[in-house]
T-cell receptor, first 115, second 110 residues
Framework: EAQVTQNPRYLITVTGKKLTVTCSQN?????MSWYRQDPGLGLRQIYY???????DKGDVPEGYKVSRKEKRNFPLILESPSPNQTSLYFC??????????????FGSGTRLTVV | SQQGEEDPQALSIQEGENATMNCSYK?????LQWYRQNSGRGLVHLIL?????REKHSGRLRVTLDTSKKSSSLLITASRAADTASYFC??????????FGAGTQVVVTP
């Protein structure tokens, strides 16, 4: 089944403790992206990747890192999480993002709470 | 910054009625997409309309795009309780970035 898999689904952590949220897609998509969703703000893009080893900042990149060493994986790293990063996170992928005419496939989300 | 803004923010209708929601955006786009999100779940892609298209249908969904007014509408005909969800428009510029609005929350009561 074609899908985007995120792990974990739920995570509670303490301020300052480094964490990684994994994202993997099995559709051979070039384009991958991370979003956070907060009430009343919709989805805001954190980082995106056009292909392996090509990443760029989205609208709210502060406090986050990403890497794209393989086509299928796009982990989101929070080096020192803070309470304002408490949010619902989504990973998404798309075929041929540069041609910009394809819908995105989203993962099921990771609900992160930083205390 | 948000590119798309949906209107209304919330919509409550009865089963069988049509639901219409609108999306306005600010800059030129390559395409506009609509997504559905059931409570707390991942977004599901519904329909994509390119900038050179004016109307598109998919099942009970009808999407229009007016690039001169920088606006789009999504019509769900003969709504069902299962259509209860949040609906988001998203715009994509030529270089691939997808930007979402804040969404319209639709409740369909039996």
């Amino acid at each position: 089944e074609a899908q985007v898999t995120q792990n974990p689904r739920y995570l509670i952590t303490v301020t300052g403790k480094k964490l990684t949220v994994t994202c993997s897609q099995n559709m051979n998509h070039e384009y991958m992206s991370w979003y956070r969703q907060d009430p009343g703000l919709g989805l805001r893009q954190i980082y995106y990747s056009m292909n392996v080893e090509v990443t760029d900042k989205g609208d709210v990149p502060e406090g986050y890192k990403v890497s794209r060493k393989e086509k299928r994986n796009f982990p989101l790293i929070l080096e020192s999480p803070s309470p304002n990063q408490t949010s619902l996170y989504f990973c998404a992928s798309s075929s041929n993002g540069q041609k910009a005419n394809y819908g995105y496939t989203f993962g099921s989300g990771t609900r992160l709470t930083v205390v | 910054s948000q590119q798309g803004e949906e209107d209304p923010q919330a919509l409550s209708i009865q089963e069988g009625e049509n639901a219409t929601m609108n999306c306005s955006y600010k800059t030129s786009i390559n395409n506009l997409q609509w997504y559905r999100q059931n409570s707390g779940r991942g977004l599901v892609h519904l329909i994509l309309i390119r900038s050179n298209e004016r109307e598109k249908h998919s099942g009970r969904l009808r999407v229009t795009l007016d690039t001169s007014k920088k606006s789009s509408s999504l019509l769900i005909t003969a709504s069902r309780a299962a259509d209860t969800a949040s609906y988001f428009c998203a715009t994509q510029q030529s270089w691939g970035k997808l930007q979402f609005g804040a969404g319209t929350q639709v409740v369909v009561t039996p």
